[in-house]
Structure formats: C-alpha cells, structure tokens
C-alpha cells in the first residue's frame, strides 16, 4: 500500500513526484509537513520513492508498480546501484530517471529527523547538475529582491535574521538552496534548519518551492562596527565552494573516489559561475548596529 503522493518543484524546471510506501508513512508525511510539500495532482515526474523495505532478489511489489505501472515481479539486478549515504541508501538504474530512497531500519527522534535532511541529497545533486548550488547561508528578501547571508556555522547568520527590521523579510536561516536559469539567472529556495527539530525548539516549517530571484552574496564576519568590505571575483568563489561543501559534503564523502572527484568539480564550477554572476560582499557585522543599512547602500551604488 501506498501513502499520498506530494509533488516538489523548484526553479530550473526541476519537478519530482514523492512517494512513500505504507511502514514509513507517518515519517513521510513529517517530512512533507516540515517542507509544505502539496499533494500531487498528477504529471509524468521523476519519482522519489522513499522505502524501509530490503531491497534484495527482487524490488517489492508496491515498489516495482510505482516504477513501470504494470509488472509487480520486477528482477533486482546488477542494473540498480547504491550509494549508500549511512541513514539512507540511494538506489539508481542508469535506464531510469526514477530513484529509490531507502531508509535505514534505525529508527529514533533523531535518526528520523537526520534522514529528512539526506533526503535532500538527490535533490541537491540534480540542482547541481543544473549549476546550482547549495548553501550554508540565510535567505532574507525585501520587495522580492533575494539576499543571502553566507557564512558557517556558528557565525551569527540566526543573530542576524532575529534582529534584522521590517521590511526585510527571513526566509530561511541556515541553508539555501540555489538553482540556475539561462534566462532568470540564480534563484534561491529557503530550505529546513534541521536543527530547529533536532533540538525540539520549535515547529517551524519551509516553503522550500518558494522561488526568488537572488540579488546579492554578503559574507557575514564579526565587526567592531557595521562596515562593507569589498572582495575579489576569487575569494567569493573558494568561500562559496567552501559553503557548498558544509551542505552537500556529507554525501560527497560516500562517494567512489572517481564520482566523488567528479561531484566535487562540478560544485566549484558552479561556484565560480555565481560569483562571477552575483554581486558579493564581505559585511562586518556590530552587536548592535543596524547592519541591513550598509546592505541597502551596497545596492545603492549597483
């Protein structure tokens, strides 16, 4: 038996139908909850099918329908490869655009909630692709000009969305996701501070199909005062790379030397394609000044 089917669409055309099978239902419908997924309405995507199912002999049943439509006894061959991502195993058949999101039998507060954010990883992975980029970064947006505020953990992204003022808006305030268009450039999707859960402080949610177009970079540092600081075509692209790789590294290092080496090459073609593309910024930033002030002007002068 199947749950409800939700769709994902984000910029870049990227669209995927998720499905989930009947043991892993209520974990399915937290992560759709926690990510405003709606339920799907119907189209000819990709799919994301989550199970906790052995996948071994052959595909289950309920598994195998959802792939073809029509054969429930569908051999599990050598055509199926993993890429085992520790909570979750990703399965792919280089013959079909579906993927197989297999769930560790691992099952605590914690380990469920870790599984959501790998889940992420196919999704990252095709975005990148695209030339997309995950971020370690906030997304704040004011008159639907999307900024993001870079910088790793620890370094006061969350300080600054708490005190930044009307009519800057936060979206996000600790990963983003950006896609890539020929013709609207990068945009950016707020996506989960897993954390916030992790945690238990709060039962926030992400619109993560919400899509706006990225208008800056500023890289957040600690300041005696609020100040801007100018930074080279370079310095933007290696921070960026770095940034990427506190999202997208955890499933990079599961990776075959070869695809691994590959993956890694993409990210930090990407990140050079951004920094060339967007205006970035280093913003130092005060305990107590009104930091979002230097970032108006910083626009001013474009």
């Not at 992400?206 to 500023?218: H, V």
């Amino acid at each position: 038996m199947i749950t409800p089917a939700y769709t994902l669409s984000l910029g870049q055309g990227l669209t995927w139908q998720i499905i989930a099978t009947e043991e892993i239902s209520s974990w399915m419908r937290q992560f759709a909850a926690i990510t405003q997924l709606k339920s799907f309405s119907g189209g000819n995507f990709p799919k994301l099918i989550f199970t906790a199912l052995p996948l071994y002999a052959k595909l289950p049943s309920s598994i195998s329908s959802i792939l073809y439509g029509v054969s429930d006894n569908i051999s599990f061959d050598d055509a199926w490869h993993p890429e085992d991502l520790g909570l979750i195993t990703l399965w792919r058949n280089q013959h079909s655009k579906h993927i197989i999101c297999q769930l560790s039998n691992q099952s605590t507060y914690e380990t469920d909630i870790n599984k959501m954010s790998l889940s992420l990883h196919p999704i990252y992975q095709k975005a990148i692709e695209g030339q997309g980029l995950p971020l370690h970064a906030a997304l704040i947006e004011k008159a639907g000009m999307g900024v993001v505020l870079a910088a790793p953990g620890s370094t006061g992204k969350s300080t600054c969305c708490r005190r930044i003022h009307y009519p800057w808006q936060v979206l996000c305030d600790d990963e983003t996701l950006l896609t890539y268009d020929a013709k609207s450039g990068f945009c950016a999707h707020p996506f989960p501070t897993w954390s916030e859960y992790l945690y238990k402080r709060s039962q926030r949610t992400w619109n993560i199909e919400k899509e706006i177009s990225l208008s800056a970079i500023f890289f957040l540092a600690q300041g005696k005062s609020d100040e801007l600081v100018s930074i080279a075509q370079a310095e933007s692209a290696a921070f960026l790379y770095q940034l990427s790789l506190q999202i997208y590294g955890r499933g990079l290092r599961k990776l075959q030397a070869c695809e691994g080496k590959r993956q890694s090459r993409c990210l930090f073609d990407n990140a050079c394609r951004l920094a060339k593309a967007v205006p970035a910024h280093i913003l130092r930033v005060s305990r107590e000044g009104n930091f979002w002030e230097k970032m108006e002007e910083a626009f001013e002068k474009v």
